[in-house]
């Protein structure tokens, strides 16, 4: 196997197809009325939301668009309305910026240093309040986690990543940019640095340590099974990064789980107690 980046294309086509059937026929069983997405005017929340309104038209898609007063980026929100309005769906703007001073003064042991543990409370606030718009107006949550990211265990567990369906999950960093220029997303998304807006100046490729054209073929190669050593040859990248790489995917494997339980009885949940809706 060559990995070039050739080996990352796939028909654009036939993945959205596939993608908003997807949607569409999730959508459809839940018997729900529409989904809502956490919208931060990044690209992956712009293609999943982009998607939603494909798959079931855009006045049944809502986005949640959470600003907070430490990393308020005016273009974030300006990006938000302007997919919104290129796939018609309706935007709800809310400032939780209270909200989380409020979890902030609450925790006996908060220390606002900790740019990590207080990324997380607001990745986490922004899902309490996207569940509970989904929960008041009968709704399905729509992740936007990618491959790339949710392989590199490069999200808040129980935070962004917490969602009813994640339709671009299977889909590389990368490979969500050409399908989000192949859907027409607007360029000034597609282009924009990634970056979890979790403290000011935070950038995606800046914590990882790599780029993502890089980062991709690395985990496109893990993903194949191929050893470390090869991949780096391939890639033109030492052993040691690519090994890096391979123990951050590894270890992180928690984050990816359901939760872990001892098989104790017949059927356990999460093992072997699988249920299909409605069986005849």
Not at 221 to 227: A, N, V
């Amino acid at each position: 196997m060559r990995l070039v980046p050739s080996v990352l294309d796939l028909n654009w086509r036939e993945v959205e197809g596939k993608v908003t059937r997807f949607i569409k026929d999730y959508f459809e069983k839940s018997e729900t009325k529409g989904i809502i997405v956490s919208l931060s005017g990044g690209i992956d929340s712009s293609v999943s939301a982009a998607l939603g309104a494909l798959a079931i038209g855009g006045d049944k898609v809502l986005g949640l668009m959470l600003p907070e007063k430490e990393t308020h980026n005016v273009h974030d929100i300006d990006h938000s309305k302007l997919v919104a309005k290129k796939f018609g769906f309706k935007t709800k703007l809310i400032d939780i910026t209270s909200t989380l001073k409020a979890f902030y003064k609450s925790i006996p042991i908060f220390d606002s240093t900790d740019n990590v543990c207080k990324g997380n409370i607001k990745a986490r606030t922004r899902m309490i309040y996207v569940y509970y718009y989904a929960n008041r107006l009968n709704m399905l949550v729509c992740g936007s986690s990618d491959k790339s990211e949710t392989m590199m265990g490069y999200f808040t567990k129980w935070g962004d990543v917490a969602a009813d369906i994640s339709p671009i999950m299977d889909l590389y960093k990368t490979q969500v940019q050409k399908l989000a220029r192949h859907i027409g997303v607007p360029k000034e998304i597609v282009g924009k640095p990634p970056s979890p807006a979790l403290w000011p100046g935070q950038l995606a490729e800046k914590e990882l340590g790599i780029k993502y054209d890089k980062l991709d073929l690395v985990l496109y190669g893990l993903e194949h099974f191929m050893k470390t050593e090869n991949i780096a040859k391939q890639v033109h990248m030492k052993k040691e990064l690519v090994d890096k790489l391979k123990q951050r995917w590894l270890y992180t494997e928690h984050k990816r789980r359901m939760l872990l339980t001892p098989k104790l009885e017949y059927r356990t949940i999460g093992m072997d107690f699988r249920l299909v809706r409605n069986p005849q």
